[in-house]
């Protein structure tokens, strides 16, 4: 076994081991809205359940440089967020968002994305995704290259062919997870294993 002290690695190795190690990772598509009425998109990787009562959710947002990417300056500004599964019908679209865009420019427009009004918040959501999320900002953690995102889920929105019985089909929701480089993953073999008592 090869042993690494993260400590002696320049940034990008460790990115290289983590983002290759910690995998399959889910990616959730975040809209949000810029103070000049601009709804940004982009992908995120870094993302997760924290809690389910109440219903949270984590992205996390690297930095430019000593900047922040829009969709952490928007969601700190606005309190609000819109988080899409990201899935096969929609990843092409969605990957055409991580373009490095003006912030006065809308990735969800040039990706040819269809808006769609949210319930609850002001922050439209998406139309191609099987599952959007609503959420207000519940927390964030600002760390020197990243920020730390928790947001509230306040309405769920699911397509009806894939739920059932309060469940979502893992097979027709068609989840795509990140994996490191531009390698992406699609639901492979399900299997169960019963937890002990």
């Known amino acids: 076994m090869i042993s690494i002290d993260p400590s002696k690695n320049k940034e ?4 290289k081991l983590m983002i290759g190690s910690i995998i399959p990772r889910p990616i959730a598509f975040v809209t949000s809205l ?13 993302f997760n359940i924290v809690s389910s009562n109440p219903p949270m959710v984590s ?23 819109v988080v899409h599964i990201v899935n096969q019908d929609n990843v092409e679209k969605i990957n ?15 990706a040819g994305l269809t808006q769609i009004q949210s319930t609850i918040i002001a922050v439209p ?5 099987k599952i959007r999320m609503e959420c207000i900002l519940e927390h964030v953690v600002e760390f020197d290259g990243c920020d730390l995102i928790i947001g509230k889920i306040v309405q ?11 469940k979502i089909d893992p097979r027709g ?25």
């Open 12 to 15: 990008r190795d460790n990115y």
């Open 156 to 166: 769920f929105h699911i397509s009806k062919d894939i739920y059932q019985d309060g």
């Open 59 to 81: 992205i996390t947002v690297q930095h430019i440089g000593n900047e922040k990417k829009d969709t952490a300056r928007n969601i700190l500004n606005k309190k609000e967020f």
């Open 125 to 129: 959501g998406v139309e191609e995704a």
């Open 34 to 46: 810029a103070e000049d009425g601009t709804l940004n998109g982009a992908p995120f990787s870094y």
């Open 173 to 197: 929701l068609g989840a795509v997870s990140r994996l490191a480089g531009s390698s992406y993953a699609k639901i492979g073999e399900i299997f169960d294993i019963e937890r002990p008592k």
């Open 96 to 110: 055409e968002t991580a373009a490095n865009l003006p912030s006065n420019e809308s990735e969800v427009s040039t």
